[in-house]
């Protein structure tokens, strides 16, 4: 237990370094990018006066390492801040006369809080898609690597990892929603609007976890261990169920860890805005589109901060299956 | 058919074949030979004779391109080739037993030692509970002189040593009680005290077992020691068969004989060897000590520190061969890195000409360099894949802006043609040559600057006993034209006794004892010494009785080093002060000793 102790430790401590780099570099971009999001918030007819005024108010106009102290200060006691666009009742205001001063506006915690049960029902379900399809598809083809599934599996990915998401989306909604009035598609008013964007999801996850898979359960399979253990007396079952499972989850894992997590991320985005569900996504790429930095912040903070968590559970579960990687 | 007719194992007209694509290649061809019940049959040859395709073959786990193209493998008069599936697999474990070369890869390193004993025994009894199969796992364990059986049942492959982990094998082949085991050179890849365990072991359990044994060795000795009747293979065909005694005294063929002569000789050697020439040490070690820390799981941040090397003195005089041996894990290959001045020393310093190496700068140790050499074992992996031999070779004289040009070109080709690599070589790449011309393209890049001292890291291990011989006349030669002095360090003792004139026997990071060559065969000090030679696999007499000299057990962990005598702990000879007082180096003129006996 000491190792997981220490272990824990040190990954934590280096992952809180890391969450403020990013921190700063998200920080630092969004005030040098064009832009000015108080011209957002008043709009077009307030006058320059009124834009300084509002901008010295929310301490746009102090130099930007006070600005980042302000906002690590605000950060530790839990606080992100508030949006400059969203109210508390959920209306976006920008531009909007009565939007001065900051009272009414929305926590960032009580945006990310509300949106995220949606990314991850998402998420969860898209990842459940994908490794329904492909763990038993990588496996067959990873034990046969010449044989015909393992070509078939090969073309699969191939061109799962060819389609792009967004004429993909376009194409399911226009097939299943429109025209055949399966799967409903647009916004969020029950769970069957996840299905379709799951999907989505799982079709490029599918691409990236079935080559994974089958390359290492091919290299797990030429250990000489495998075949030893046949001669020592065991099935061939045995030797694949307890020990080239066992072993090629950990680069499974590893990918979890490194790839499918930004991956995941990057595409959630996308799809989340094309089905306009209503998850972290959407809110971010609203967010950007309306410079509204503090929810912007948070958002990066906390998806690096669920980074760093999947990475050291990832690298813990690892050295649970292989102790070798405790040393 | 009568039972007590049929042989255990028949073997019929056995042919393999491998399938290249340039056409087929015979690589077993028409082996015939029986195997009675509890019978102990050695099986040796040469490298590349086809021993291991043979025990393969038996257990049917011939990798592709090999295949039996002809004759019957019967066991208990059935044959194993045509086999319906289900059948094999009730024989498989259970009645034929294999323990390959390779201890380390034979488990899965995730998965707990006891758990994949068990497994096995379980799958090959079903009849038998899981805790019956614990219980006969620990007993064998006791069997084998595992020490603490019951903790290391949990503990993992990586965590036990080569020698250990054959042990390891030797229970699960035996748990299930086979009619015939095949050991295919399973004390190739251990060191020789750890081998001559091994042997003395499975000599003691084959009483116990009535198992019959193919014990398959490229060793001489050592399948001598186990066997009833021998059987020698060449190139895939039966020589002949014959007793131990017979095989020595009256060998039919002269590839038998040659096999018989490549036996090292120790103690009935015909040529001296190399003495000093000089008084004048050209490179001196004083209290030289190196440690490691690596990480330690059971402990919050945590280190362990792997003591590799510990305090040793010793001076390597101008001129001589001196000779450096010792078993895995004695920190050999971590002095060789201090000699060469790789990594400093943590403490003690080494001085090369009077001059100490520390206090140098990193100009005075670069110019340094040009003085002393080192040459590695594997000839594969220390050489640039993309460049010409003749850019391997001039390389130092170009870092050391020593000679460019047609002089550069001219010192190159005269290298190559002192370690004898044709000319054409120079334009070839290093794929493109054998083994052999490989570790002649190092001593080439090695001595081209012109060094006074060649460091020799089991340079000559790779190499046949051929080749060994014809580099050790060409190490010879040079040495008489430029007045080299060679450290030759290698775990082989056959190797040192012919080549150096004064030895250091290092064992966990500590010089036991350095003594002339004719001294340490003949008069070894040291228990240690005197542990090791008694385990050399020879055919004449050893001097040294294993039974007395050699006891169990390994090596300590050099991260745990017991107090006091770090020896004690495996010394036939260990009194009170062994196990308080370390003991300090006795000197006498150019040999030492570190041993309370001699104090």
């Known amino acids: ?327 | 058919m009568a039972a007590a007719k049929t042989p255990l194992l028949s073997v019929r007209n056995l042919e393999v074949t491998a399938h290249l694509r340039r056409g087929d290649q015979n690589v077993l061809s028409n082996i015939s030979f029986d195997l009675g019940a509890g019978e102990v049959l050695g099986v040796i040859g040469e490298s590349g004779a086809g021993m291991t395709v043979l025990s393969r073959a038996i257990v049917n786990w011939l990798p592709a391109p090999l295949a039996v193209t002809r004759g019957e493998i019967l066991f208990r008069g059935n044959n194993l080739l045509n086999m319906p599936e289900e059948d094999a697999a009730k024989l498989r474990g259970k009645e034929i037993a294999y323990i390959g070369s390779d201890p380390t890869t034979a488990l899965d390193p995730t998965v707990p030692i006891g758990t994949h004993l068990t497994a096995k025994l379980m799958a090959v009894k079903p009849e038998m509970s899981k805790a019956e199969a614990r219980q006969r796992i620990f007993d064998l364990f006791d069997a084998v002189r595992i020490p603490s059986p019951k903790a290391r049942f949990n503990e993992f492959p990586f965590q036990f040593s080569g020698g250990m982990m054959q042990r390891v094998m030797i229970v699960d082949a035996l748990s299930a009680d086979p009619a015939l085991l095949i050991a295919d050179n399973i004390t190739q890849p251990l060191d020789v005290t750890v081998a001559k365990q091994i042997v003395r072991l499975l000599n003691g359990l084959k009483e116990d077992f009535d198992t019959s044994i193919i014990f398959v060795s490229s060793s001489l000795p050592m399948a001598m020691d186990i066997s009833q009747e021998l059987l020698v293979l060449q190139q895939g065909k039966v020589l002949e068969r014959a007793t131990p005694q017979d095989l020595i005294s009256n060998p039919q063929t002269d590839y038998t004989r040659r096999l018989i002569e490549q036996v090292p000789r120790i103690w009935e050697v015909d040529h001296t060897p190399p003495a000093s020439v000089s008084q004048k040490p050209i490179l001196s070690v004083q209290n030289a000590s190196k440690t490691y820390h690596t990480k330690d799981p059971d402990k919050v941040f945590g280190t362990q520190a792997v003591q590799a090397v510990r305090g040793v003195s010793f001076d390597i005089l101008e001129g001589e061969n001196f000779g450096i041996v010792g078993e895995s894990g004695c920190g050999k290959s971590t002095l060789s890195r201090l000699l060469s001045w790789i990594e400093a020393p943590d403490t003690g310093d080494i001085f090369f000409d009077g001059e100490s190496i520390s206090a140098m700068d990193a100009k005075g140790i670069k110019n340094l360099r040009r003085q002393f050499q080192l040459i590695l074992q594997d000839p594969y992996t220390c050489l640039p894949a993309h460049k010409t031999i003749t850019q391997i070779i001039g390389e130092p004289m170009v870092i050391h802006k020593l000679a460019a040009g047609k002089a550069l070109k001219e010192r190159v080709a005269e290298v190559m043609q002192e370690v004898g690599l044709p000319d054409d070589t120079g334009n070839k790449l290093p794929f493109q040559l054998s083994a052999s011309q490989r570790q002649r393209v190092n001593i080439a890049r090695a001595m081209v600057m012109k060094p006074r001292l060649l460091i020799l890291d089991e340079t000559l291990s790779s190499l046949d006993q051929l080749e060994q011989a014809r580099l050790l006349e060409l190490f010879d030669k040079l040495q008489k034209e430029h007045k080299f002095t060679y450290i030759f360090i290698s775990h082989d003792l056959a190797l040192v006794r012919r080549a150096c004139s004064r030895i250091g026997v290092m064992y966990l990071g500590r010089m036991a004892e350095v003594a002339e060559n004719e001294e340490l065969f003949f008069e070894p000090r040291h228990p240690y010494s005197r542990a090791m030679l008694s385990a050399m696999p020879t055919l004449e007499k050893n001097r040294y009785d294993a039974a007395t000299c050699l006891l169990d057990g390994e090596p300590p962990s050099p991260v745990n080093i017991p107090p006091g005598c770090s020896f004690r702990t495996r010394c036939p000879d260990a009194i009170d002060a062994c196990g308080k007082v370390d003991p300090k180096v006795t000197l006498d003129g150019t040999t030492q000793v570190e041993c309370h006996l001699f104090e």
């Open chain 1, 1 to 327: 237990m000491a190792f997981v102790l220490s272990f824990l430790l040190r990954r934590l401590s280096q992952g809180l370094v890391i969450i403020l780099l990013v921190g700063f570099v998200i920080f630092s971009l969004l005030r040098i990018i064009p832009g000015d999001p108080v011209r957002m918030m008043v709009g077009p007819m307030a006058s320059e006066e009124q834009v300084e005024e509002i901008a010295a108010e929310l301490g746009l106009r102090d130099p930007m390492v006070v600005q980042f102290g302000r906002y690590l200060f605000q950060l530790s006691q839990g606080d992100l801040g508030k949006s400059f666009i969203k109210n508390k009742s959920g209306a976006s205001s920008a531009g909007g006369r009565e939007s001065q001063g900051l009272d009414n506006k929305a926590n960032v915690l009580d945006l990310i809080i509300s949106t995220v049960p949606f990314s991850l029902q998402l998420a969860g379900l898209g990842i459940a898609f994908a490794l329904l399809f492909s763990i038993p598809l990588g496996i067959a083809a990873g034990l046969r690597p010449s044989g015909i599934i393992a070509k078939i599996a090969f073309a699969i990915s191939s061109i799962f990892v060819s389609l792009p998401n967004i004429w993909l989306a376009i194409l399911l909604i226009l097939v299943i929603s429109t025209n055949l009035q399966w799967l409903p598609a647009i916004g969020y008013k029950g769970f069957s609007y996840t299905i379709l964007p799951a999907i989505i999801l799982a079709v490029e996850l599918s691409a990236v976890i079935v080559r994974a898979l089958s390359s290492s359960v091919t290299a797990i399979m030429q250990e000489s261990y495998v075949q030893a253990g046949v001669v020592r007396g065991l099935s061939m079952g045995h030797m694949i169920r307890h020990h080239v499972l066992r072993n090629s989850s950990i680069p499974m894992l590893n990918l979890f860890g490194a790839q499918l997590g930004g991956l995941l991320l990057g595409s959630m985005f996308v799809v989340e805005y094309i089905f306009n569900y209503p998850g972290l996504g959407l809110l971010t790429i609203n967010a950007v589109f309306q410079r509204d930095f503090p929810v912007i912040q948070g958002v990066a903070i906390i998806t690096t901060a669920v980074l760093v968590l999947i990475n050291i559970i990832v690298d813990l579960i690892s050295a649970g299956i292989d102790r070798r990687l405790q040393y």
